[in-house]
């Protein structure tokens, strides 16, 4: 467990550095696209950092109706974060 929670922190660590990272080589003077795409490659390594963590869940899954919503939650965060970051490098 504490193996896993220290992975955790570690990708955490870099997911934050990403949106400084991107700004730096997309450069300040490009504004809403340097903003767009580094906010979309944040949720999508966030929710990828979130399903690479296996098993651990903040919510159960043997919980009915709301087991499976940290899951989906994920997926969504994955889903939209590829979208934003795509259409912010691609069509800003």
């Known amino acids: 467990m504490l193996e896993k929670l220290l992975k955790f922190v570690i990708l955490i660590a870099i997911m934050a550095a990403i949106p400084v990272l991107?700004?730096?080589?997309?450069?300040?003077?490009?504004?809403?696209?340097?903003?767009?795409?580094?906010?979309?490659?944040?949720?999508?390594?966030?929710?990828?950092?979130?399903?690479?963590?296996?098993?651990?869940?903040?919510?159960?899954?043997?919980?009915?109706?709301?087991?499976?919503?940290?899951?989906?939650v994920a997926w969504m965060m994955m889903g939209m974060g590829g979208l934003l970051a795509g259409g912010g490098y691609f069509l800003l």
């Not at 390594?45 to 690479?52: A, E, Q, R, V």
């Open 22 to 72: 991107w700004w730096q080589s997309l450069g300040a003077s490009q504004g809403i696209k340097a903003i767009a795409t580094s906010t979309g490659a944040s949720l999508f390594l966030f929710g990828l950092c979130y399903k690479l963590m296996g098993t651990w869940d903040l919510i159960p899954d043997w919980i009915p109706l709301i087991g499976t919503i940290d899951d989906s």
